[in-house]
């Protein structure tokens, strides 16, 4: 079985979702991005807020992570953007095999 990791990333628009996720996909970083509308609560500068976003699972492999963090980073439109990896401790082994050939 081959080692795989997902890692969760917030977007404050489903514009910037699309377009992180295609460019995750499209630089071989994910074998595939699914997007999620969300709301989400949480601190910020001290006040307690409430937002809709939009959340990517991403699926790729945890040698990707470091190249997929500063992807994020680079694109992202938050100042500190919610960027943590997953392990895959299990799983549909063709699937996680899929996973590997897509993230090379």
Do not use: N
């Not at 963090?69 to 549909?92: D, F, K, L, N, R």
Request: aromatic share 8%.
């Amino acid at each position: 079985m081959s080692d795989a990791a997902l890692v969760l990333v917030s977007c404050g628009s489903e514009e910037e979702a699309r377009t992180l996720s295609r460019g995750l996909v499209e630089r071989d970083l994910a074998a595939g991005v699914q997007r999620f509308p969300i709301t989400s609560v949480y601190t910020w500068k001290g006040e307690v807020v409430e937002d809709g976003e939009w959340l990517l699972v991403i699926k790729t492999r945890p040698d990707r992570y470091p190249d997929i963090e500063a992807y994020v980073v680079e694109h992202h439109s938050y100042e500190v953007p919610q960027v943590i990896m997953v392990p895959v401790t299990g799983g549909h082994a063709p699937y996680l095999d899929w996973i590997d050939q897509h993230t090379r």
